[in-house]
């Protein structure tokens, strides 16, 4: 029995081990700066051209004129050409959900869905306030970020903490639907 259970011990500690090895060797971030695994993770305190703000940093900001757009680029499953409603999601009121937009790597439908509803919702004005967000420890509203940045838009908020920091202020959130694809 003892060898028995030896053996199976090896097993899963050899098969352990090619796991993290295989996670080792996957690098985090793509050749172009986007974070590429490990979405759910710690994130930094800032994102390169974009304002970091805090549950009452978003709130004021919806206080101004002009009100930013909200984009949650939070993931939602696509199977078969349509999002799976596998679950739940709520977003800050007046969201956008921009599924599947933070991942590190974006075909070309994905960029262009990204891109087209980026110009649509913003009336073309690169300048108009945008804020992304996710939820806390995400990098996929970091990568939004990033990528609003690169097709040119200059007035762009990081929600760092996002859905979870608003809930856990006891503010209201609503049913979310993403925004329709292609």
Known sequence: MLPRVLSAL??????????????????LFSADGY???????PTPASAEGAQTL??????????AQPQPLLIDVYKRQWLHGQFIDSEAHAN???SHWLA????????????QY???????????DRQRPI????????????????RATALGYTRLYWYRDG?????????PVVAATPEVFP
């Open 114 to 124: 990204f891109s087209r509803h980026l110009q649509r919702l913003s009336n073309g």
């Open 163 to 171: 859905l979870d920091a608003w809930e856990a202020a006891g503010l």
């Open 35 to 41: 974070r590429a695994t490990l979405y759910r993770s």
């Open 10 to 27: 090896a097993c899963l500690t050899f098969s352990g081990l090619l796991a993290s090895t295989a996670l080792a060797d996957t690098p």
């Open 92 to 94: 800050l009121p007046g």
């Open 54 to 63: 805090d549950t009452p940093g978003v709130q004021a900001l919806l206080a």
């Open 131 to 146: 804020v992304f967000y996710c939820r806390s420890d995400c990098w996929l509203s970091w990568n939004a970020v990033k």
């Open 100 to 111: 599947n937009t933070g991942d590190g790597e974006l075909d070309a439908q994905w960029s």
